[in-house]
Nanobody, 125 residues
Framework: VQLQACGGGLVQTGGSLRLSCAAS????????MAWFRQAPGKEREFVAA????????YYTDSVQGRFRISRLNAKNTVDLQMNNLKPEDTAVYYC???????????????????WGQGTQVTVSS
């Protein structure tokens, strides 16, 4: 399975963007899917995840209430709706997929074996 992320761009503070991650083939609905981001000079960090089993969602504190992750298994896509964007949200955003991830590791990059190529999000002040 390959993942292709798109939807990034340049937006002003307070604006919105919707990222989409498409899988190259039908993915198992039991896969855990996530979005991570990496700002220049910083480590890749967790943003949001959705469980394949049960559909529970998880967010990092800084995006809670502003971002929403959703998946559409019929179209093999996982989207990230980002509202009220801030300059500190500027980063390259990556989608990722993994299986059998234990809950305590849902936010770890090491839990995901498949990654998309990344899409740039820039928020101007």
């Amino acid at each position: 399975v390959q993942l292709q992320a798109c939807g990034g761009g340049l937006v002003q503070t307070g604006g919105s963007l919707r990222l989409s991650c498409a899988a190259s083939e039908r993915t198992s609905s039991t896969l855990d899917m996530a979005w991570f981001r990496q700002a220049p000079g910083k480590e890749r960090e967790f943003v949001a995840a959705t469980r394949g089993r049960g559909g529970h969602t998880y967010y990092t504190d800084s995006v809670q209430g502003r971002f929403r992750i959703s998946r559409l298994n019929a179209k093999n896509t996982v989207d990230l709706q980002m509202n009220n964007l801030k300059p500190e949200d500027t980063a390259v955003y990556y989608c990722a997929a993994g299986s059998g991830i234990i809950l305590s590791s849902i936010r770890s990059t090491y839990s995901y074996g498949t990654w998309g190529q990344g899409t740039q999000v820039t928020v101007s002040s």
